[in-house]
């Protein structure tokens, strides 16, 4: 929980069964690694928000000129955490876990 921004942090810890609080942690790492892997933000000045329908975005100025439009999408379900990114266009996904193992 210390990797996450401190308005993160309390935001994992909110969930009441452990499954979620993980999930909800992994979701928060991967969003970041994968910021600044592609952007070369460093991971302190990444700051992320939520629309008001709660999708996670960039919040933090960037001037990559290959990512003008740089965004992503994170779901989970199950065992599972997923990230799509892209550069140009609106990145979406859904991930559905197979029903023996939710």
Not at 13 to 36: C, N, P, W
Request: hydrophobic content about 45%.
């Amino acid at each position: 929980l210390d990797l996450l921004g401190a308005d993160e942090a309390p935001q994992v810890r909110r969930f009441k069964f452990e499954a979620d609080q993980k999930r909800a942690l992994v979701s928060r790492l991967l969003q970041r690694a994968a910021i600044s892997r592609v952007l070369g933000i460093p991971w302190a000045d990444i700051i992320i928000k939520r629309t008001k329908g709660q999708k996670p975005f960039l919040a933090t100025p960037h001037s990559v000129p290959w990512a003008p439009n740089f965004n992503y999408n994170v779901s989970h379900e199950g065992s599972y955490v997923a990230l799509a990114t892209e550069n140009l266009c609106i990145a979406g996904m859904d991930v559905a876990a197979p029903s023996e193992i939710r």
